[in-house]
C-alpha cells in the first residue's frame, strides 16, 4: 500500500499551459508539503499544509497554487507553466506537529517530473 | 570511503567497506536532524534521524553522529551494499519552525562491487 501517492508521474507540456499535480496520503498525518527537486538534485520546500490550512509558503511564483480540500490532499495548480518550471515536484507528509507531541519525520512520494517544452 | 568538507558531491566506495557521508549545516538554532536516501526515480526515504540533545544515535547498519560545536553531521554505513547506491541527504529543522525541513545538497553514493 502506498502511503504518499502523486499522479502523474510524468507530465510533458507546453510553455504557457495550465497543469496540476495531485497529491493522497493514507498515513493519517496532519501536515503535507511540496518541494521543487531541480537538475542538481537540490531539495526545497514551496509549500506546507496542516489541517488543510497553509503554514508554510516560501518565495514561490504566484503562478504556483497549492489547494488542500481535506488533510489527506494537497494538489499542485501551476498556471502558465515556464521553461524554468521543469522540475521533478515531491509531495511529503509528516505526523503532528512536535509541539502537539508528534514528530517531524516526513514521508515523501514518488515524484512528479515535469517537464516544459 | 568517506567525504570530507562541507560537501563532497560524490562518494565511490567499495562492497563491504564503511561508508561515510558528511553534512555541515549552518543554523546553531537547529534541533533536529535527519538523513534521507534517494534512490533514482524515486522521492527520498527516511533513513535515520538525531535531535541536538544526543551525539549519536544508530540504526540497522547506520549511525548518525552529531557534533553541535562545529555543526557537522555524519551518516556511517557499515558493510555497505550495492543497494546502497544513492543519493544521501541531510536535512534539518530549525528550532524556531516545526515544519520547515532545510535540505542539504545531497552526497551521491556509488558502490563498485
Known amino acids: 500500500d502506498t502511503a504518499v501517492s502523486q499522479t502523474p508521474k510524468y507530465l510533458v507540456t507546453q510553455m504557457g499551459n495550465d497543469k496540476s499535480i495531485k497529491c493522497e496520503q493514507n498515513l493519517g498525518h496532519d501536515t503535507m508539503y511540496w518541494y521543487k527537486q531541480d537538475s542538481k538534485k537540490f531539495l526545497k520546500i514551496m509549500f506546507s499544509?496542516?489541517?488543510?490550512?497553509?503554514?508554510i509558503n516560501e518565495t514561490v511564483p504566484n503562478r504556483f497554487s497549492p489547494k488542500s480540500p481535506d488533510k489527506a490532499h494537497l494538489n499542485l495548480h501551476i498556471n502558465s507553466l515556464e521553461l524554468g518550471d521543469s522540475a521533478v515536484y515531491f509531495c511529503a507528509s509528516s505526523q503532528l506537529p512536535r509541539s502537539s507531541g508528534g514528530t517531524d519525520t516526513q514521508y515523501f512520494g514518488p515524484g512528479t517530473r515535469l517537464t516544459v517544452l | 570511503g568517506e567525504s570530507v568538507g562541507l560537501h563532497l558531491p560524490t562518494l565511490s566506495v567499495q562492497e563491504g567497506d564503511n561508508s561515510i557521508i558528511n553534512c555541515a549545516y549552518s543554523n546553531s538554532a537547529s534541533d533536529y536532524f535527519i538523513w534521507y536516501k534517494q534512490e533514482s526515480g524515486k522521492g527520498p526515504q527516511f533513513i535515520i534521524d538525531i535531535r541536538s540533545n544526543m551525539d549519536k544515535r544508530q540504526g540497522q547498519r547506520v549511525t548518525v553522529l552529531l557534533n553541535k560545536t562545529v555543526k557537522h553531521l555524519s551518516l556511517q554505513i557499515a558493510a555497505t551494499q550495492p543497494g546502497d547506491s544513492a543519493v544521501y541527504f541531510c536535512?534539518?529543522?530549525?528550532?524556531?519552525?516545526?515544519?520547515?525541513?532545510?535540505f542539504g545538497a545531497g552526497t551521491t553514493v556509488t558502490v563498485r562491487a
Open positions: 536535512a534539518e529543522i530549525p528550532g524556531s519552525n516545526d515544519y520547515k525541513l532545510s
Open positions: 499544509y496542516n489541517n488543510k490550512e497553509l503554514i
